[in-house]
């Protein structure tokens, strides 16, 4: 019996062509991708509700229990990454589903970290709207990275990379979170600063590099974003809910930071009318982080040994439930 499997959210047609589905699967599971986003759950048990296998990208369609649960054939989820909490693993264990996932490179986040940090400090979007469409001749005036301070929230895998890259630039990188150690800190050259307040208060440039948690969901607020400076610059590349989304918005709308840079939304893909699509101090992108052709060929890739293994009886990957 062929099995069905479907690839959503593959915004730009390439699941296909990025792994070898068919050697890797044979005859054994027929493959269709999904391009568009399918919030709704009715006509997204309509499209899938035929499938024992789905393979999903990041958080972009979460699987709740209620999900789950309108979908009684479904029997592997396959995720990009070995983190998604939009997936209730619980929830897939009651069900019976089988929950894999895929390598994912640090690289990439930041890399786009630094495009975001260095296109608002030189003002690349306004420059370069200007130049096409015919505008002043400079009307920026850049911010200088040497001799400033980088603040990370978090010194994790990719927080420890960013600081190594602030360091080439001959930034003074500092660093806060709850569990952070001087050791830790001092390995990746930063200074460990004591609290988050001071971190706000002292960077001229700020970048968010934490888990989405309890303890970090909505860290950054009114009060924390009226403690950095009127100069200083905020970037997030990680999670949206770390910083309140409202507001991040009044802040850039009456002044209180120069900029920000977000690659990361709370409603993905962000509605066309959302005021971000219209602030002019906020330099955003649509949760490109991680979308390089290096990781994707190798989340595909890693997506077809899970499910062969799977089909095998050997499932490799697999999501812990705690």
């Avoid at 994790?156 to 602030?166: E, L, P, Q, S, Y």
């Avoid at 390995?187 to 002292?202: F, N, P, S």
């Avoid at 400076?229 to 910083?243: D, E, G, M, Q, W």
């Amino acid at each position: 019996m062929t099995l069905h499997c479907a690839v959503l959210d593959d915004y730009q047609g390439v699941a296909r062509s990025l792994a070898d589905w068919s050697s890797g699967l044979g005859d054994a599971v027929e493959v269709r991708t999904v391009r568009e986003h399918i919030a709704d759950h009715d006509r997204l048990v309509e499209e899938i509700g035929d499938c024992e296998i789905v393979v999903i990208m990041r958080e972009r369609t979460p699987f709740p229990e209620e999900l789950f649960a309108r979908l009684p054939r479904l029997r592997l989820l396959v995720t990009s990454g070995m983190r998604n909490a939009s997936v209730d693993l619980a929830a897939a264990d009651r069900h019976g589903v089988t929950v894999c996932g895929t390598g994912s490179g640090s690289e990439a986040p930041v890399e786009l970290t630094w495009a975001l940090l260095l296109g608002l400090a030189r003002g690349l979007v306004q420059e370069n709207t200007a130049l096409r469409e015919g505008g002043p001749w400079q009307s920026t005036v850049g911010a200088d990275l040497h001799g400033k301070r980088l603040g990370l929230l978090g010194l994790g895998k990719i927080g420890g990379k960013v600081a190594r890259v602030g360091q080439a630039f001959g930034m003074d990188v500092a660093a806060w979170s709850q569990n952070l150690t001087e050791e830790r800190a001092a390995d990746v050259g930063a200074r460990r600063v004591e609290t988050k307040e001071e971190l706000l208060e002292t960077s001229d440039f700020v970048s968010v590099h934490l888990v989405l948690g309890d303890r970090t969901r909505g860290l950054l607020g009114a009060a924390e974003l009226r403690r950095m400076r009127p100069t200083a610059y905020l970037v997030n590349t990680s999670r949206a809910a770390i910083v309140d989304q409202d507001a991040l918005a009044e802040a850039l709308r009456d002044g209180w930071i120069a900029g920000a840079g977000v690659d990361v939304f709370e409603e993905e893909p962000l509605p066309v009318d959302h005021p971000y699509r219209s602030l002019p101090n906020l330099l955003a992108t649509p949760h490109i982080g991680y979308v390089t052709r290096r990781n994707y060929e190798g989340y595909f890739r890693e997506a077809v040994e899970d499910i062969a293994a799977w089909l095998a009886g050997e499932p490799v990957r697999r999501l812990p439930l705690s």
